[in-house]
């Protein structure tokens, strides 16, 4: 869970300022404007171009939100520049390469 917020965090600092977190208290308030937004207990008009932009990148940052372990994307590359298909003998080596450090080989 914490995870997951320490990820969205990143990826709403990313889209309200291009750089990193943001103040979580700025975050606080886009989530709460946006479950106002969408309970109806506000309209679009009551919120500030800056309030309705925020709104907007937590959204995004919540649809968009990658879930997959480092390892998964690593596979997942791994079998892209494979062409999609890599013989057995490749797709072990691709979960040797893409294998969490520490970890033995099965």
Do not use: W
């Not at 506000?42 to 990148?57: C, I, N, T």
């Not at 879930?67 to 890599?86: F, K, Y």
């Amino acid at each position: 869970m914490r995870r997951n917020a320490a990820i969205l965090m990143t990826g709403l600092g990313l889209l309200l300022l291009g750089n990193g977190p943001v103040d979580p208290a700025r975050i606080g308030r886009a989530q709460a404007n946006y479950e106002a937004l969408m309970s109806g207990a506000k309209q679009p008009g009551q919120f500030s171009r800056a309030e309705l932009a925020d709104m907007l990148a937590l959204d995004r940052a919540m649809r968009h939100r990658d879930e997959q372990s480092p390892e998964q994307r690593c596979v997942d590359a791994e079998m892209r520049r494979a062409g999609g298909n890599p013989s057995q003998l490749a797709r072990l080596a691709i979960d040797l390469k893409c294998r969490p450090p520490g970890t033995g080989v099965n």
